[in-house]
């Protein structure tokens, strides 16, 4: 069956760094266009970054532009998001999704989900 699988979330002091991963299995890796969002307590599940199925076309959110990096390597199904420069207001639950054919940039156009990894950038 499709999952999705996040991991690498923890604590971080402010202006510290962190990357995720997130593995896939039970699908055709590299036919998918994936994407990070989070959800901050109280607000709802926003766009982070996202990347196309040619790995050279990202896309970022203004909040983490020129401070995170988002990456995959289809030969191990796996995509990535480095953090760098973190902000409190980087704290989040940071989701991995995967798509086909759909809008990059929403929810809407994601078809799986991960449970989802815990970050936590302390002042």
């Known amino acids: 069956q499709e999952q999705l699988a996040e991991s690498g979330g923890g604590l971080v002091q402010a202006g510290g760094s962190l990357r995720l991963s997130c593995a896939a299995s039970?699908?055709?890796?590299?036919?998918?266009?994936m994407g990070w969002f989070r959800q901050a307590p109280g607000k709802e599940r926003e766009f982070v970054a996202t990347?196309?199925?040619?790995?050279?076309?990202?896309y970022y959110t203004d909040s983490v532009k020129g401070r995170f990096a988002v990456s995959r390597d289809n030969a191990k199904n796996t995509v990535y998001l480095q953090m760098n420069k973190l902000k409190p207001e980087d704290t989040a639950v940071y989701y991995c999704?995967?798509?086909?054919?759909?809008?990059?940039?929403?929810?809407?156009?994601?078809?799986?989900w991960g449970l989802g990894t815990q970050v936590t950038v302390s002042s």
């Open positions: 999704a995967a798509g086909q054919s759909g809008y990059v940039t929403m929810l809407s156009g994601y078809e799986y």
């Open positions: 990347i196309l199925m040619n790995s050279f076309s990202t």
């Open positions: 039970g699908l055709t890796f590299s036919d998918y266009y």
